[in-house]
């Protein structure tokens, strides 16, 4: 059983790596330009929150509900025959959350660590190029790992 649940974290983390980059491209700077100044509103972080989850789930979660249709319908499975039934939505939420996580939230959260530290009011201009440069350092960090 413990064994099951780290294979199936490994498959879903190996296929977490392989994120969408464009959506990641062009949302990451919107989101981080909305928040990465010093007090931003709550609008601006509900309207930041949904660039991201928007951007993910055209991205990569259309992809991630699609396989989840196939693991329920019992079409395909992501992991060994012999492996249990759970194993396979384990493999399915690893792979959204850390998608979520590494392709989208970590390139904003760094962009607006920086942004909020910029005087002078060009916090929003830091945010987003901060966030632009680490999307396209970890698409080329990820791009080198291979699947």
Request: overall charge positive; hydrophobic content about 55%.
């Amino acid at each position: 059983m413990t064994g099951d649940i780290f294979k199936a974290l490994g498959t879903g983390l190996t296929l977490a790596i392989s994120y969408n980059p464009l959506a990641a491209v062009f949302s990451v700077p919107i989101a981080a330009a909305l928040v990465g100044v010093r007090k931003p509103s709550h609008q601006r972080w509900v309207w930041a929150c949904s660039v991201v989850g928007f951007a993910w789930l055209i991205g990569d979660g259309l992809r991630v509900l699609a396989r989840t249709r196939d693991v329920y319908d019992g079409l395909s499975g992501m992991l060994a025959a012999s492996s249990p039934g759970w194993a396979q939505y384990v493999v399915l939420g690893t792979w959204a959350v850390s998608g979520l996580l590494l392709g989208y939230v970590l390139p904003v959260w760094t962009g607006v660590f920086v942004g909020r530290r910029v005087t002078h009011g060009t916090g929003w201009v830091a945010a987003a190029s901060i966030a632009v440069g680490a999307t396209l350092a970890l698409s080329a960090i990820v791009g080198s790992l291979g699947r």
